[in-house]
């Protein structure tokens, strides 16, 4: 059987749906969003609303499902957080247009107005105030790859570098809720495929010019051809999803990838910084250290937290305004409370750009402005201003004249709608004031009107009412309608209802005309203010983001203040020395943990240099060594975003990198095992570790068999003391690695301290040097309520295993007369240079094709008989 031929809803509707491509489509009807099909089935899954179904299409019910526009929004949060995107087709013409166009059955016509991804969000509703919501684009210029990232709630943008390999860590800093790339190309994880056309320098460069205006970019920076490639994907993208439409941008900067202390996914993850293992806020770095007052303050901090800086002068500048205010606990409160009560302006001013600007936008950045006003002149009265603070200053003011205007344009709570009106202030605009007061003189001639009418009919009940379909009226109850009904009462018979009568009358009917005219009018009034007042902001905008970015830094500063002076925080020295020396230490988040269950943390010191540079720490399980790694990589995490650290002093030599690899971390999700995972995060540490670098590594080898495991962990050890030289925290359970102190003379042994008491373990938590007596295990199994007949097991197998050691010599048995890494590695360089050797000699001119092969067997025998 032929297709019947779709109603024009269905076909205008499966038009639409082709458009929205892998979107879902909020389909617009009256007050409702529809979603048909498959659509409809994902989102009530999803939704957890009813599926319904709507009329057929080839003869089977369509499944449909719906959400009330008024509040859409919050579904829309839902649907977008659970990895949907959105496309929003709304109705683009009145019901009485589309009638006028083409007769009174005419379909009304729809548009998809605007996608909504997880990148591209500016509601307030659907944004977390306290952390930035990122699109990046990458793509890759001849082996270079390119990465633009913005945030599109307040328009800030950077572009950046790296080689292929880099790309990983670089797209973990950013955190991007959505990624785009060129299609075709080997995408990064669960991005977004756009075409490749669009991801063209020219194209890019072109594109950043016309968003701002400039016939070059050099006054922004210097940008590579992969950057501009990149930018050039993202605008294109972004004038996608917005139809045309971009929303703010400003102008982009260019991040150096050797300006910021490079971190890894997976130290990014092992670290915990933004969010803990469970994938959450609470438990994280970032929760622990957080007293920010302003959700713009507390984007910057997760932005400092993810990429913290390396160089020395910029550390010293933001640690100088941290100090500043850790030091006067009256001027950090009197700046935190003038800070606490300002509105996101950054936000708000990224919803008026993009058109969906409320006069509550408007207001809230007139309360901004004027609030970082105020700021600036309690701030530019004091003496011995540090640094930082002299050049975030200027930004807090100049924006006097658009204060002023929009304090007088409008009312002190303007509303999110602006349909309404009532948001243009009185006294702004002498025409609109006298409209309003028509309008109010017409409403107060209502209620003469009805006491007048109650008068003349003598019904008390009479009542002037209103509606959509009547307008104005005169409603009494049935009973008393008949003085109204005679034909000379002066009123026309509109409704019967149950129970009462509704009529007009003329002066009713002329005073109804006055106040709906009047009111049109204001409301076109307050809508041209309202557009100007936009356009002002508009013009500005660049000036009020460097204002929020001023505002947000200083938060940041007195938030990093406050949280030093909670906890005995010290401010940290930054030097070049490659050194790393911590007294007092403390894991900020274990320490929280701790102190809410009443416990006390054991501080301990770490002491680094070039002659110490390696720990190898052993003793019990659960005795710290995890903790005691990690906090270390965090002190030096948070002194470089410059901020004060949880020790009593430190002494930090600038690190470049930062590797932890810590715990086994299971991957299943990828697809890999854990040990793989190990040995691939190992073997990204051992390549990319510099002498400037700083390395945590937990238990290297535990996931594999026991020879295997501590084979390689021996291996790893040394090649970091040799090949790396880096800074380095080895935390392990291998006693046979102590003897690599004999052969590693810049290696050294370290524990945790515990202690068996009346046959109980006493976990002391405190480091101490030498190597670990002896391991816990079992003791530890019984602190963990393994049953004790298996604990026994346990011991009577581990006695028979100590016996056998004893005699062979256990373990690590062989490794007396093993070379050292170095001597090792040495004699392959000489088998690689008698070959080299060779090579030289070799005529190649003057060899017959024969020869030449036979020469190459050769060489490739000895290379490999000698490798
Ligand atoms: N310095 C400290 N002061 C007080 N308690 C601590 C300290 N360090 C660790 N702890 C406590 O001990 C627990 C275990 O610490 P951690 O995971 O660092 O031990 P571990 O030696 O690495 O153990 P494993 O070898 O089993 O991985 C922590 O969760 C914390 O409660």
């Given amino acids: 059987m032929a297709d019947a ?10 038009a639409l749906r082709e458009e929205a491509g892998d979107c879902l489509l909020f389909y617009r009807m009256g007050d409702f969003f529809e979603l048909f099909f498959e659509d409809a089935k994902t989102a009530a899954s999803i939704l957890d609303i009813s599926l319904t179904s709507r009329g057929e299409h080839n003869g089977a019910p369509i499944p449909m499902c719906g959400v009330p526009v008024h509040s859409s929004e919050g579904y829309l949060a839902r649907l977008i957080r ?10 683009v013409e009145s019901p009485a247009e589309a009638k006028k166009r083409g007769g009174s059955k005419t379909l009304v016509a729809r548009d998809i107005v605007r996608f909504v991804t997880a990148g591209t969000l500016t509601e307030e509703a659907l944004l977390e105030p306290r952390r930035a919501n990122v699109l990046a684009a990458v793509c890759e210029v001849r082996g270079v790859v390119g990465i633009a990232a913005v945030d599109i709630s307040t ?3 950077e572009l950046e570098e790296c080689a292929p390999d880099r790309m990983g860590a670089a797209l973990a800093r950013l955190g991007a809720s959505e990624v785009v790339a060129p299609e075709g190309w080997d995408l990064p994880l669960d991005s977004i495929p756009r075409p490749a056309r669009d991801f063209a320098s020219e194209g890019g460069e072109a594109r950043l010019k016309a968003v701002h205006g400039v016939a070059t970019l050099d006054g922004f920076g210097m940008f590579g051809r992969a950057m501009l490639a990149a930018a050039g994907g993202l605008v294109a993208y972004l004038e996608h999803v917005g139809r045309g439409k971009l929303p703010l941008l400003l102008p982009p900067e260019a991040r150096g ?8 996914e997976a130290t990014r993850a092992s670290l915990e910084i933004l969010q803990s293992s469970q994938g959450q806020r609470k438990g994280s770095l970032i ?12 984007r910057q901090l997760a932005d400092d937290l993810s990429a913290p800086l390396t160089d020395r002068q910029q550390i010293a500048e933001r640690l100088e305004l941290v100090a500043w205010l850790h030091d006067d606990a009256l001027l950090r409160e009197d700046v935190r409370s003038a800070l606490r009560a300002l509105p996101d302006i950054g936000r708000a001013l990224g919803r008026v750009v993009a058109g969906r600007g409320s006069p509550r936008d408007l207001g809230q950045l007139r309360d901004g402005l004027s609030g970082a006003r105020n700021l600036h002149e309690r701030l530019g009265r004091r003496e011995a201003v540090p640094v930082l603070l002299t050049r975030l200053l200027p930004a807090l003011s100049g924006h006097g004249e658009l204060v002023d205007w929009l304090s007088r344009a409008l009312v002190p709570a303007p509303p999110t709608e602006r349909g309404q009106g009532g948001f243009i202030a009185e006294g702004y605009d002498a025409a609109l004031d006298d409209l309003r007061r028509t309008s109010g003189n017409a409403r107060r001639a209502i209620a003469a009107l009805e006491a007048k009418y109650r008068d003349e009919t003598g019904v008390a009940a009479l009542k002037i009412k209103h509606n959509n379909v009547l307008g104005y009226f005169v409603e009494v109850p049935q009973r008393h309608a008949d003085r109204l009904l005679l034909p000379d009462s002066g009123f026309t018979h509109r409704q019967t209802m149950a129970g009462a009568m509704r009529f007009n009358a003329l002066a009713l009917h ?3 005309s006055r106040i709906a005219e009047a009111g049109g009018h204001a409301l076109a009034a307050e809508e041209s203010h309202f557009e100007e007042l936009v356009a002002a902001v508009v013009e500005a905008r660049n000036a009020i983001a460097a204002t929020a970015a001023a505002l947000a830094r200083i938060d940041v500063a007195a938030g990093q203040a406050e949280r030093a002076a909670q906890g005995g925080w010290s401010a940290p020295e930054i030097v070049d020395a490659a050194c790393l020396e911590i007294e007092g230490g403390r894991h900020p988040v274990v320490e929280a943990a701790l102190a809410a269950q009443g416990e006390r943390f054991v501080a301990n010191d770490c002491k680094l240099a070039v002659y110490d540079r390696l720990w190898l720490i052993g003793g019990p399980n659960m005795g710290g060594k995890s903790t005691f790694l990690r906090q270390n990589a965090l002190i030096v995490l948070l002194a470089q975003a410059g901020g004060f650290v949880p020790a009593t002093r430190a002494k930090i030599g600038l690190v470049d990198r930062l590797f932890s690899r810590v715990g086994a971390s299971d991957n299943l999700a990828r697809g890999r095992s854990t040990f793989m995972v190990e040995m691939v995060e190992t073997a990204a540490i051992l390549a990319q570790a510099t002498e400037r670098s700083f390395v945590i590594l937990d238990e290297v080898g535990r996931g594999t068999s026991t020879y295997d495991g501590l084979a390689l962990a021996w291996a790893v050890a040394e090649a970091v003391h040799e090949t790396n030289r880096c800074r380095c925290l080895f935390a392990t359970h291998y006693h046979e690695l102590a003897r690599l102190a004999e052969t590693c003379d810049a290696l050294s042994l370290h524990h945790v301290r515990a202690r068996e008491w009346k046959g109980d373990l006493v976990l002391l938590h405190e480091l101490a040097e030498g190597p670990a007596d002896r391991s816990y295990g079992l003791a530890v199994a019984r602190l963990a309520g393994v049953p004790a007949k298996v604990v026994s097991r346990a011991k009577s197998v581990l006695d028979k295993l100590e016996k056998g050691r004893a005699q062979t010599g256990g373990l690590a048995a062989g490794l007396g007369d093993l070379p050292l890494f170095a001597a090792a590695e040495a004699a392959r360089e000489e088998t690689c240079d008698t070959l080299r050797e060779r090579l030289k000699e070799v005529d190649v001119d003057a060899l017959s094709p024969r020869e030449a092969l036979e020469l190459l067997y050769q060489l490739k025998r000895e290379a490999g008989t000698e490798t």
């Fill in 155 to 157: 328009g800030r943008m």
């Fill in 287 to 298: 929760d622990a250290i957080d007293r920010c007052v302003t959700g713009a303050g507390a």
């Fill in 510 to 512: 002329e005073e109804a």
């Fill in 5 to 14: 031929a779709p109603t024009p809803m269905m076909a205008q509707y499966l």
């Fill in 82 to 91: 659970a990895g949907c995107r959105v496309a929003i087709a709304e109705q």
């Fill in 257 to 264: 990838s050797d300006t910021t202390l490079a971190m890894d």
